[in-house]
Antibody, heavy 118, light 107 residues
Framework: VHLVQSGAELKKPGASVRVSCKAS????????MHWIRQAPGQGLEWMGC????????DYALRFRGRVSMTSDTSVSTVYMELSSLQSDDTAVYYC????????????WGQGTLVTVSS | EIVLAQSPGTLSLSPGERATLSCRAS???????LAWYQQKPGQAPRLLIY???TRATGIPDRFSGSGSGTDFTLTISRLEAEDFAVYYC?????????FGQGTKLDI
């Protein structure tokens, strides 16, 4: 089981970023994908999750209206788009596979650093 | 949302010693839907324990989890050099799936 994320991004304040997470080694539609971020030197923050099978999503309240999680089953890839970026969105963003919307995450991507700076 | 408070913030021990890490929830975590992760610098977190006490695949038996309700514990019976890292607890009984702030295990 592997999750491979897209590369580092540098964005200006107000812009949007899309991070991809390509899955392999398991039935893509059989598991939820969670997104967790980690600001420099800080702890882990759960952003939300989605089902690639149904398209159902659950976003943390603080990101609603600003985050979108989608998937393309033809390429076993999940996407997380975050808009209206500010400097405090600078973080490493991880995708992680879970058994459901309320589950632990047993496989993680390598992380994608998103830097927001003018 | 359920807030998780981990203690201590930093734990300084030596190889061979026993480590006890605590995670306290602001509300009951029913069904023991609590996990523990280990994170080393520059790496993604690794799942150690789920459902409060079940070791994830490939995790050595020196790691054990216990607890229920609002109080949970991760115990490392005999520390090895590779165990010095940051440890996070996570509840997944209710959205949002929150994490504790972490405990740093120092040599």
């Amino acid at each position: 089981v592997h999750l491979v994320q897209s590369g580092a991004e540098l964005k200006k304040p107000g812009a949007s970023v899309r991070v991809s997470c390509k899955a392999s080694g398991y039935t893509f539609t059989g598991y939820y994908m969670h997104w967790i971020r980690q600001a420099p030197g800080q702890g882990l923050e759960w952003m939300g999750c989605m089902s690639p099978k149904s398209g159902a999503t659950d976003y943390a309240l603080r990101f609603r209206g600003r985050v979108s999680m989608t998937s393309d089953t033809s390429v076993s890839t999940v996407y997380m788009e975050l808009s209206s970026l500010q400097s405090d969105d600078t973080a490493v963003y991880y995708c992680a596979r879970g058994g459901g919307p309320y589950s632990s995450a047993n496989t993680w991507g390598q992380g994608t650093l998103v830097t927001v700076s003018s | 949302e359920i807030v998780l408070a981990q203690s201590p913030g930093t734990l300084s021990l030596s190889p061979g010693e026993r480590a006890t890490l605590s995670c306290r929830a602001s509300q009951s975590v029913s069904s023991n839907y609590l996990a523990w992760y280990q994170q080393k610098p520059g790496q993604a977190p690794r799942l150690l324990i789920y459902d409060a006490s079940t070791r994830a695949t490939g995790i050595p038996d020196r790691f054990s989890g216990s607890g229920s309700g609002t109080d949970f514990t991760l115990t490392i019976s005999r520390l090895e050099a590779e165990d010095f890292a940051v440890y996070y607890c996570q509840q997944y009984v209710r959205s949002p799936n929150t994490f504790g702030q972490g405990t740093k295990l120092d040599i």
